[in-house]
Structures are given as structure tokens and as C-alpha cells.
């Protein structure tokens, strides 16, 4: 499906912005299981793309798509295109770890590494062969500015990421993900493990990134996909338990006047 | 660190453009009176044409505030906001079809002579549009005080009614070949007499907004 919009839900203007991922046909299989069936779209650029759906639909499958996560699960098989920039990234020439550098992903639970705020940050950098102390103490308190985790941890940075509360924990996750310079951000229910209040902050803090980096989030929380994003799209299992996408749009219009009836009975409860 | 930035911000939107419709209503108002004064029936087509453009502006703040609702999903003050502003925008789309009215009233008279220099019309134009615009400042800065005391003003408007109502029997009493051109006149007043209960509306949708109680503050006279 194309984005044919002009101003989205968060007054970005999409129909002007770049596809930054496309999908093309998309299938993917888990062995003789098919997790998705067929799916196109286009995702824009510097914008916030949810994923929304019932549980097993395959979302979170379909966002682990963009960086080949799929590819560490055995059997799994993929049919169709996925474009980053217009590359095909399932081609055989594409260095993975490359590519992961450029899509970056955030999990469900902040799994911060079991070292100082400062390490956890650094270790990205590190592993991509930048070693200067100044540098990386630059890249560290860039990173953590930019995840609005400065002003709390800037005393703390050689205390263990291990004791910043759930909050902090996530927000330094998404600056470790920030540090290594990424074009695109993966969210697979970034939230999920927060309180409110953390929640709204992780929010807010992903509506600043969008103005510099292109974000897919994948939520079963359909009121965060409607608070935070530009545009949506709805998954749902069928008969074999493939999921398809339903539909594609401004989430402006796919909470207010969706077109397809499954849509409408998703978000108004009637089913999911 | 604020958080919900997305949402106050749009809610920021919204209320300039509440207040961007209220000043397209004062000018309806306004203008309907001065073509009245003058005449001009040019004047009066215009503020029936403009009058489209005011029930658009209508129409694309509901739109605003509906896709607000679903995508944000506000509580408490910032739900009681949207709703007040859903309700405000009827009050001010209804006080724009009152001027609108004048303004058909006046292409009616045509270039009948006048039957009087026009006073307590105007007077009652201008206390409308004072009463419209503080009420949206009201909303602005959240003041139920503020809101309470124009609600209080909407017996000035219903005095100058009553003024104009007389003074027009009187005519008509004496020289039935005015009555045509007396009713219309009292016509015209009715409009601006209603568009103050109007604004009254609007004042009790602000208190609302504050306190959160829906209370009737003070029935007009008519």
C-alpha cells in the first residue's frame, strides 16, 4: 500500500516525505508455517510508523524484517522485497552487521548490559572501531542528550545501568541504539514494561528523534500507536494464521475513518 | 521534562483557532451593523458569502478536535477542553448565522429610508462583540470569574432590547406606515439579543472547563 497523504497525525506533511523501507510482496515462513502473507507498503522517512494488531499477528515479525532479526531464527524464510532506501537488504551482497548498524532496534524489556550507563553506551562505538576516549565521551553525551536521559544520569555514568529504574533503563537502551548513528529506529513494544508516566516520556522522546530519524514501532497498545504516530498499519491473523496487512494511512484517518470494517471493529473493540 | 508535548501542542492549535474563528464572527457582527447604518447592500452580500467560510472553519476545528480525541485520548481538564471547545464553536458559528441574518435583514430594507438614526442597535452590536471577545479570552487563561461576570453583562444587551422594542412600539403606534421597517428593525435587535445568550453559553462551557461542573448561569431575560 502507498502512502497517498498529505498532512499525517502529527502534522508531518508524508506525501512529500521519502520512502525510507518498502515491502514488496512480503512473505515470511518459520518452516512450513507462514507467519506473513504478501504484505506491501512503504515507510517514510523521518517519520513514526506504527504496527498495530492482535497477538500473533506477525507484527513483530514483520519489524524484524527491516534488520534480518528473522534470519537468526532457524528455518525462518523470506519471500518478496524489503528495500532500505531502495536496496534490497535480502540480497546476498549486504553485510548484516552493516545494516543492523543502520536500522537499529529497541527491545520490549530494557535489557541495558550489565556495566556502567558509560559502557553501555560506548560498547556500539567501540565495536564499530572508535576507540578515543574523547570521542567516545562526546558520542556518550550526545546519545544520552538526545534520548533525554542526560540531566538524570550525568552524575551517574560510571554507576551500573543495572540500578536506573525501568524508565531510564529503556531510554538508555534507545541511546545505545542512537550512539552507533542509525537511520532507522525499531521499536517492538518499547513500552510495554513501563509505568504510565515512563511511557509518555518514551513517547514524547520518540516525536523529537522523528524530526531526525525514520521510526517503526511495533505496539499492542492501540491508543500509544494513536498518540504517537504518523502512520499505521493494521495486521491480522487469517484463517491459516498468516498475518496481512488490512490497511495503510495516516493514523489521523485510520483511528477516525478507517475503510476497511475489521479495522473499525479492531479499534473499536469489537474483536482482538 | 513536560511531557504529552504533541498534545498540548495541538491543543494550542486548536484554541488559535477558536480565536481566529471568534474574530471572524466580531467582524461579521460588526459589519452587518455598519451596512445597516450605511445601506450598503455590498457589505451585506459579502458577510452572507463570508459566512461560508466561517462554517468551514467550523467544521475543520471539529475536525481537529475529533482526531485529537482518538489519537491522544485526553482526560480530565484536557478532555473537558475539547469538549468545551466543540461545544464553544457551535455558539460562535450560530452568533456568525445571526449576523448573517442582519445582513439578509438589510438587503430586505433595500433603500427604504431610514426611520430613525440607529443608537441602541450598534450599542447592542458592540456590548455582543465585547462580550464575545472577553469570553475567549476567558478561555484562554481558564478564568470562570471572568466567564461569571460577562454571563451577568447579558442583562445590558436584554435592557438595550427592551429599549429598542418600545422606542419601535411607539413608532408603529403612531403611524402604522412604519411598521414594516420598525419590525425589521426589531428583527435586527432580536439577532444581537440572542447572539449575547449565546455568548452566555459559551461563558458556561468555560466554568465547565475550570471546574469542571455544568451549571446554568443565569437565564436570560428571554
New interface residues.
Given amino acids: 500500500m502507498k502512502m497517498n497523504t498529505v498532512l499525517s497525525n502529527n502534522n508531518k506533511v508524508i506525501s512529500q516525505s521519502k520512502t525510507k523501507l518498502r515491502t514488496e510482496a512480503v512473505s515470511l515462513y518459520y518452516g512450513s508455517f507462514q507467519a506473513l502473507r504478501n504484505i506491501s507498503l512503504e515507510i517514510p522517512d523521518r517519520a513514526i510508523t506504527a504496527i498495530i494488531g492482535p497477538s500473533g499477528c506477525g507484527k513483530s515479525s514483520f519489524l524484524r524484517l527491516f534488520n534480518r532479526m528473522n534470519d537468526l531464527i532457524a528455518g525462518a524464510r523470506v519471500e518478496g522485497g524489503v528495500e532500505l532506501d531502495g536496496i534490497p537488504i535480502y540480497d546476498k551482497t549486504i553485510d548484516v552487521v552493516e545494516l543492523r548498524k543502520r536500522v537499529g532496534m529497541v527491545f520490549q524489556k530494557p535489557n541495558p548490559f550489565p556495566m556502567s550507563v558509560f559502557e553501555n553506551i560506548a560498547f556500539g562505538p567501540r565495536r564499530h572501531g572508535k576507540n578515543n576516549v574523547g570521542e567516545l565521551t562526546d558520542i556518550v553525551e550526545r546519545s544520552l542528550h538526545q534520548a533525554a536521559l542526560w540531566d538524570e544520569v550525568e552524575d551517574k555514568l560510571g554507576q551500573s545501568a543495572l540500578a536506573l529504574s525501568g524508565g531510564q533503563q529503556q531510554r538508555l537502551c534507545i541511546a545505545r541504539v542512537l550512539a552507533v548513528e542509525p537511520e532507522v529506529i525499531l521499536m517492538d513494544e518499547p513500552c510495554s514494561a513501563l509505568d504510565p508516566v515512563a511511557t509518555l516520556k518514551i513517547e514524547d522522546l520518540m516525536r523529537s528523534l522523528a524530526e531526525n530519524y525514520t521510526i517503526v514501532i511495533v505496539t499492542h497498545n492501540m491508543q500509544q500507536a494513536a498518540r504517537v504516530s504518523d502512520m499505521s498499519a493494521f495486521l491480522m491473523m487469517e484463517e491459516d494464521r498468516a498475518g496481512v496487512l488490512v490497511e495503510y494511512g495516516p493514523t489521523s484517518e485510520l483511528f477516525t475513518n478507517p475503510k476497511d470494517k475489521r479495522t473499525e471493529d479492531y479499534i473499536t473493540g469489537r474483536f482482538g | 521534562?513536560?511531557?504529552?508535548?504533541?498534545?498540548h501542542k495541538?491543543l494550542r492549535e486548536i484554541q488559535d483557532d477558536v480565536l481566529a474563528m471568534g474574530s471572524m464572527v466580531e467582524k461579521a457582527t460588526s459589519y452587518s451593523i455598519e451596512a445597516l447604518k450605511e445601506r450598503d447592500l455590498d457589505k451585506a452580500h459579502e458577510i452572507i458569502a463570508n459566512d461560508l467560510q466561517i462554517n468551514k472553519k467550523r467544521f475543520n476545528i471539529e475536525e481537529k478536535c475529533?482526531?485529537l480525541i482518538?489519537?491522544?485520548?485526553p482526560m480530565a481538564s484536557d478532555l473537558r477542553a475539547i469538549i468545551c471547545v466543540l461545544n464553544i464553536i457551535t455558539e460562535i458559528e450560530r452568533i456568525g448565522d445571526h449576523a448573517e441574518g442582519i445582513a439578509k435583514i438589510v438587503i430586505m430594507i433595500g433603500d427604504e429610508p431610514p426611520l430613525k438614526p440607529l443608537i441602541d442597535i450598534p450599542r447592542m452590536a458592540e456590548k455582543v462583540n465585547d462580550m464575545l471577545h472577553r469570553s475567549l479570552d476567558a478561555l484562554i487563561n481558564r478564568d470562570a470569574d471572568v466567564a461569571k461576570q460577562i454571563v451577568s453583562e447579558d442583562d445590558e444587551v436584554d435592557n438595550l432590547y427592551d429599549q429598542v422594542f418600545r422606542e419601535l412600539l411607539v413608532f408603529m403606534a403612531e403611524d402604522p406606515k412604519t411598521i414594516t421597517r420598525a419590525t425589521r428593525l426589531i428583527w435586527v435587535a432580536h439577532n444581537l439579543e440572542r447572539s449575547a445568550d449565546r455568548v452566555t453559553n459559551i461563558c458556561e462551557r468555560i466554568v465547565y472547563l475550570v471546574t469542571g461542573k455544568m451549571e446554568e448561569l443565569g437565564a436570560s431575560k428571554y
Fill in positions: 521534562m513536560e511531557i504529552r508535548t504533541v498534545f495541538k475529533v482526531q482518538a489519537t491522544q485520548q
